[in-house]
């Protein structure tokens, strides 16, 4: 499982910067990680991450989602180019783009994404001004496989970063992105070697299913020693 083509494939779905790409990137080339990066996809031709996935030799293509005359044709096209380059998990990064429930349902199991809160709360955009103005103490960040309703689906990983007194939506944003980068690499090769493991709604962890704290943040699953 840990070396060559055992490797679980891995497609990303990017819109932006790509920063989530990068630290899935760079966890990929540690030793004994179970996953690779063999395709990055960007609705946004323009993308700075499909630039960068590019300058890595990384396989990067651009589908314009303007180009297509339907959601469905879009979601079509992203599963056909998923399946000729034999992705065995979807992972979205930044992907701000709405997917249609005949794209998620054949994906079951198989695509994630990251949001930068805890959910079930504040879901969707603007989540961390919504946050702050609700007042809360701890925010942080959710690896979920994904399920029609947005934001939803069971929840693989989380981390919990403090709210500090004078954050604002952009500190603590850049708080949290920190957090997003070590969780979504840790969270994804656990679930790239069956660590994690969804039965139904029900998630299980095998091995790192206690949570633990690294500086100011907790983690859980905790994060392995890579
Ligand atoms: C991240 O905060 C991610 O949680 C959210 O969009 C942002 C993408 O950032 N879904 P990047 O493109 O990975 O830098």
Not at 155 to 170: K, Y
Request: charged share 25%; hydrophobic share 40%; with cysteine.
């Amino acid at each position: 499982m840990t070396s060559g083509s055992s490797r679980k494939r891995i497609g990303v779905l990017i819109s932006g910067r790509g920063s989530n790409l990068v630290a899935l990137h760079e966890a990929a080339g540690g030793e004994n990680c179970p996953y690779e990066i063999v395709l990055v996809v960007s609705n946004r031709p323009e993308a700075p991450g499909l630039t960068w996935a590019k300058e890595q030799g990384i396989a990067a293509l651009a589908l314009d989602h303007k180009l297509f005359r339907s959601r469905e044709e879009f979601d079509d096209q992203i599963d056909r180019v998923m399946k000729a380059s034999k992705v065995d998990i979807i992972a979205c990064a930044g992907f701000m783009r709405l997917m249609t429930s005949g794209l998620i349902e054949r994906w079951h199991n198989r695509m994630i994404n990251i949001h930068p809160a805890l959910l079930p709360l504040f879901k969707g955009l603007d989540t961390h001004a919504r946050a702050l103005k609700a007042g809360v103490k701890v925010a942080g960040c959710s690896v979920h496989a994904i399920r029609p309703e947005m934001d939803e689906g069971p929840i693989l990983g989380q981390a919990v970063v403090r709210v500090l007194p004078n954050d604002t939506p952009g500190s603590l944003a850049a708080r949290v992105l920190k957090a997003e980068h070590k969780l979504y690499p840790e969270v994804l090769r656990l679930f790239a070697s069956d660590q994690i493991k969804i039965k139904g709604d029900r998630v299980s962890c095998i091995d790192g299913a206690t949570e633990a704290e690294d500086g100011d943040v907790m983690y859980s699953p905790a994060l392995g020693s890579h």
